[in-house]
């Protein structure tokens, strides 16, 4: 209990609730699916409550030394749970259509979180690989909610692919067992600083192996050569999983890849190059494709693989002060991405309006939803005066202190975000024509504004106390 006090509170509290919502799947009446939502925001509350009272100094170890928890993991897990708390309000019209099954729903989006909270902690390969594709399961199940026939399809896609990656991590875990026969990163990196202190130590191989084993990460987070499952699978699922998918993963996943490059970095200079690449074709073609789409959740699917691009580029550097300016982008990315998300919900759930043509004139109907609409995509494309504008620059100041070796990636990503705000700037011209239309939009979504509109003033308010959050992210890098 002890452990579990110190260093596994918030991931008992939804363990807890998640088993509340299935045995209320059980025995709950259907007219009493509205307590679903309220149970699982309690239980988000509760746990963003007990992230206070863990133990981060010095760091807390359970289930026998498998499970860590400091100011790192508490960091992540925060902002974990406040995405599964907008993304549970957001969730509000859809529970209400399959409200014999929200309970359920909420069963397996609580479980995403948990183990995307587990992955963030896991210290060795075994419950990162466990926590990753528990997670996916998660994802493969919200996605098959939906009834439509071309969404089954496109779940089924999407889990054959995640099948494949999988054996890729595998692979690359098993080579690194038979370098290392160790699964634990400590132990790891201790094999390692032996091996390079007698001059044998394997870079070529464990290049290889990292890459094989980023695999997974790459795939969830939509980078070049995963990203084509995207905009098909985004365009298929519900509003609400489409927000779960770009936010939930998102965190988890580079939550992951900073521990697993903080490891490994210091014994593999080439997979440095190999991640730069990767982040600079994919904000490339990323931009590309957004810039041609119509729909607004394939926009929205390209733009998490942009973004998710953008911080590749700037953790692929490695340091204290880069990996601070990836912990303060994924700050800004998760208000501005979930404002996106729920000025989208709102226009569909409210008018049915889903595609760039059907935006025209909104303006002239609800000039406060396109304002704030307005707002978190110029924080998206990282445009003044908004949060996304200094996240960026403090990426990029990064990727240009560490080098003249980085500077064509650094050349090029600027690029490529000149043609991402014009991706963006094609939905705010849309929403500003002088077109007079019949959109009746509905303001009694309650949850659904207060998020946009929280978001949209979270993106200014983030601006003006950049210096202050960019050191406590400092801080934060600087005890991973």
Known sequence: MSEIVAAYMPEFIITVFI??????????????????????????????????????EPEAFAFHNTF?????????????????????????????????????????????ILFAMCAVSAVDFIGLFVS?????????????????????????????????????????????????????????SLYLVNAAAVSSQPQILLTFSLILIMCTMFFKLGL??????????????????GAYMSSIPVLACFAVLSRILMTFLHYTYTIKIVLALIAVITIFLGSLSLIRQENLKRIMAYSMSVQSGII??????????????VLFYLFCYLFANTGAWAAIILLYNSAKLENLDELKGVIYHRPYYVIAFTVILIALAGLAPTCGFVAKMYIFSAVARSGFIFLPFLITALLASVILIYGYWRIIRAMFRRIETDIVIDTSVISSKFILYACAAATVIICLFADKLIRFCQLVAYYM
């Open 19 to 56: 088993i509340f919502n299935l045995v209320a799947s059980l025995f709950f009446n259907t007219y009493l699916y509205k307590l679903s939502k309220w149970f699982t925001l309690l239980g988000i509350v509760l746990a963003i409550a007990s992230t206070f009272y863990l133990q981060i």
């Open 68 to 112: 860590l928890t400091n100011i790192y993991t508490v960091f992540f897990k925060i902002l974990i749970l406040m995405a599964g708390f907008f993304l549970t309000l957001l969730s509000r019209n859809m529970i209400r259509e399959k409200r014999d099954r929200a309970f359920e729903y909420f069963s397996v989006f609580l479980s995403g």
């Open 132 to 188: 990753l594709e528990a997670l996916g399961l998660s994802c493969y199940l919200l996605l098959s909610l939906n009834k439509n026939p071309n969404a089954k399809q496109l779940t089924f896609g999407y889990l054959v692919q995640s099948a494949v990656v999988s054996s890729l991590f595998l692979f690359g875990l098993s080579v690194i067992y038979g370098m290392c026969a160790e699964f634990g990163f400590d132990k790891i």
């Open 224 to 241: 070049v050569p995963f990203s084509s499952w995207l905009p098909d699978t985004f365009e298929g699922a519900s509003y609400p999983i």
């Open 312 to 325: 590749l580029l700037g953790l692929c550097v490695f340091s204290v002060y880069s990996l601070s300016s």
